[in-house]
């Protein structure tokens, strides 16, 4: 078990494509010959996802991490027993799934905070199903960082040779804009910095989106790169942070693909979503940063509109796992 990492993979939520994309993902030969990915989540629906893609899997159960067997053509299965087939309808939201999408999830933080795992990997829940279930927190990373402790921390998506962190993620956009501010942004460089170093990159260049058009050009079509984002750029900078900008947002991006910058700052969710999705929608993973353990993850929803049809591409869920198991040995991305 020393010579490649051990993943803790989420089933993601019930009703989702999480199920199905997780076994499709164990298909692929470099996932069993990179790592000894472990699921967590539901023996019997992971039993329904088997009849329906077709798959001829044998599963092993495991309450420990020396159960683990990697051998070809088994599933190793931490079953929580936590939901019944009945109560789940394919592609529709209900509080059960969330519930048991977010037991999935804490378990796989026990193991990796106990040194169980090297690192987890999730597939995708679904927020209103969440709340639902009484879970306030918005996504992944609020729930992770609330059961850890963490207070700063920050989602970095990445497909290819592109990398962008954001400064906030959901929030509306009016809401976001608040959150431009000077100490917050500071703060955000200088945990990009730190993950790179961690990784192996001791001197990553960091460019940083501006908020506004054209960058603001000079204040005449807003101020916030004058008030705000300048200023925490010259303090990371004091701080021997490789940070560079503010630049427009419509040319930063393909500036750092050909390779100019190691990573983008983005203001917003949307700012930052977009461009890696038009450059690399099917291979992009999100990372996350401050976490105690290494976390990546599918970068897509649960895609209700396809759940149960097995057609769901398991690229994203294809390129995490590579990506953590990659973390895990060379803690280079």
């Given at each position: 078990?020393?010579?490649?990492?051990?993943?803790a993979?989420?089933?993601?939520?019930p009703?989702?494509i999480?199920?199905e994309?997780?076994?499709?993902?164990?298909?692929?030969e470099e996932v069993?010959?990179?790592?000894?990915?472990?699921v967590?989540?539901d023996?019997r629906?992971?039993?329904?996802?088997?009849k329906?893609?077709?798959f001829?899997?044998?599963?092993?159960?495991?309450?420990?991490?020396?159960?683990?067997?990697?051998?070809?053509?088994?599933?190793?299965?931490?079953?929580?027993?936590?939901?019944?087939?009945?109560?789940?309808t394919i592609?529709?939201?209900?509080?059960?799934c969330?519930?048991?999408?977010?037991?999935?999830?804490?378990?796989?933080?026990?193991?990796a905070?106990?040194g169980?795992?090297?690192?987890?990997?999730?597939a995708?829940?679904?927020?209103?199903?969440?709340?639902?279930?009484?879970?306030?927190?918005?996504?992944h990373m609020?729930?992770?960082?609330?059961?850890?402790?963490?207070?700063?921390?920050?989602?970095m998506?990445?497909?290819?040779?592109l990398?962008?962190v954001?400064?906030?993620?959901?929030?509306?956009?009016?809401?976001?804009l608040?959150?431009?501010?000077?100490?917050?942004?500071?703060?955000?460089?200088?945990l990009?910095h730190?993950?790179?170093v961690?990784?192996g990159?001791?001197?990553?260049?960091?460019?940083?989106?501006?908020?506004?058009p054209?960058?603001?050009?000079?204040?005449i079509l807003?101020?916030?790169?004058?008030?705000?984002i300048?200023?925490a750029?010259?303090?990371?900078?004091?701080?021997?942070?490789?940070?560079?900008?503010?630049?427009?947002?419509?040319?930063?991006?393909?500036?750092?693909?050909?390779?100019?910058?190691?990573?983008v700052?983005?203001?917003?969710h949307?700012?930052?979503?977009?461009?890696?999705?038009?450059?690399g929608?099917?291979?992009?993973?999100?990372?996350?940063?401050?976490?105690?353990?290494?976390?990546t993850?599918?970068?897509?929803?649960?895609?209700?509109d396809?759940a149960?049809?097995g057609?769901a591409?398991?690229?994203?869920m294809?390129e995490?796992?590579?990506?953590?198991?990659?973390?895990?040995r060379s803690?280079?991305?």
């Amino acid at each position: 078990m020393k010579n490649k990492p051990v993943l803790a993979i989420t089933m993601g939520d019930p009703a989702g494509i999480g199920p199905e994309i997780v076994l499709k993902a164990l298909k692929n030969e470099e996932v069993s010959q990179i790592s000894y990915p472990v699921v967590i989540g539901d023996q019997r629906i992971i039993e329904a996802n088997l009849k329906t893609l077709d798959f001829s899997y044998k599963l092993n159960s495991v309450k420990r991490i020396t159960d683990i067997r990697g051998e070809s053509g088994t599933i190793d299965l931490f079953d929580l027993q936590n939901i019944q087939p009945s109560e789940v309808t394919i592609g529709r939201i209900c509080k059960t799934c969330g519930k048991a999408s977010v037991e999935y999830i804490l378990k796989a933080c026990e193991m990796a905070l106990a040194g169980k795992v090297d690192a987890v990997v999730t597939a995708p829940i679904n927020k209103e199903a969440t709340t639902l279930a009484g879970f306030g927190e918005l996504g992944h990373m609020e729930i992770l960082a609330k059961y850890t402790g963490t207070r700063e921390y920050a989602t970095m998506l990445v497909s290819k040779d592109l990398r962008v962190v954001h400064l906030t993620t959901h929030y509306s956009l009016k809401r976001a804009l608040d959150y431009v501010k000077r100490d917050l942004i500071l703060k955000r460089l200088v945990l990009i910095h730190q993950s790179f170093v961690q990784w192996g990159i001791k001197e990553p260049s960091i460019a940083v989106a501006a908020l506004n058009p054209h960058g603001g050009e000079g204040g005449i079509l807003g101020d916030e790169e004058i008030r705000e984002i300048m200023p925490a750029i010259e303090d990371a900078r004091a701080q021997n942070i490789d940070a560079r900008g503010p630049f427009p947002a419509d040319t930063v991006f393909n500036r750092a693909i050909n390779g100019e910058f190691t990573v983008v700052l983005a203001m917003y969710h949307d700012q930052g979503h977009i461009a890696i999705k038009v450059y690399g929608f099917e291979k992009s993973v999100s990372v996350a940063l401050g976490l105690p353990f290494i976390r990546t993850s599918v970068d897509h929803g649960t895609a209700f509109d396809i759940a149960g049809k097995g057609t769901a591409s398991a690229e994203s869920m294809i390129e995490a796992i590579k990506v953590a198991a990659r973390l895990s040995r060379s803690k280079r991305l």
